[in-house]
Each structure stands twice: as C-alpha cells, then as structure tokens.
C-alpha cells in the first residue's frame, strides 16, 4: 500500500484546510486509515482514524468540533477537513492505514500544517 498527502500549508489561525490522502497498490487488505500528527520535539499523536466496513470514525479530544475525517471509497482517498485551525494544530500530518490480518502499519511522508497566530 502507498499513501500520498497532500493539501498542507500556511493559514491564520481560525482558517481552514482540506488534507488527502491518496491511497493505491493492495487496498483491498486496509482495515482502517487515520491521520496522526507530530510536532516539532512532541510524540506523534493521533488526531483521527476511519474503519473501512462501517466508516466508524474517532477523534482526538483536541480536534473534536473541529475537524472531520472522510472517505471516497471510489477514489480511494482520505480526507481531514480541519477547521477553526488553531497554532497547536501545527506539525507534519501524516496519513496511515492499516493492512491485513496482521495489523501491519503504513505511513504516507506527511505533510506540514503551519498555523499562525
């Protein structure tokens, strides 16, 4: 599986941003994508993750309200709008899925989000 972001950049805080991911190869094996986030000198963190049966979503407390984690199964791509953008919000996000019966991790090559204030 190969994942590709896109959609980052520099906006005032308050603004708003449309990341995608872009997912191709064996597909058909991810059980869940997500979007995660790391800051510089932080832990990377879990911002939220979508399950490919139902489309059950969960958030981080800090981005709940604000954003929201989508899916095109057509296009197989992910989407994490992110609105009221606020200066902790800034870091590299990266996408995520998670493949096969044994959970196996992939990761895209990120993409910085700069919020200014």
């Known amino acids: 599986v190969q994942l590709v972001e896109s959609g980052g950049g520099l906006v005032q805080a308050g603004g708003s941003l449309r990341l995608s991911c872009a997912a191709s190869g064996s597909t058909f094996n991810i059980n869940a994508m997500g979007w995660y986030r790391q800051a510089p000198g932080k832990q990377r963190e879990l911002v939220a993750t979508i399950t490919s049966g139902r489309g059950s979503t969960n958030y981080a407390d800090s981005v709940k309200g604000r954003f929201t984690i989508s899916r095109d199964n057509a296009k197989m791509t992910m989407y994490l709008q992110m609105n009221s953008l606020k200066p902790e919000d800034t870091a590299v996000y990266y996408c995520?899925?998670?493949?096969?019966?044994?959970?196996?991790?992939?990761w895209g090559q990120g993409t910085q989000v700069t919020v200014s204030s």
């Open positions: 995520n899925a998670v493949v096969g019966p044994t959970s196996y991790d992939y």
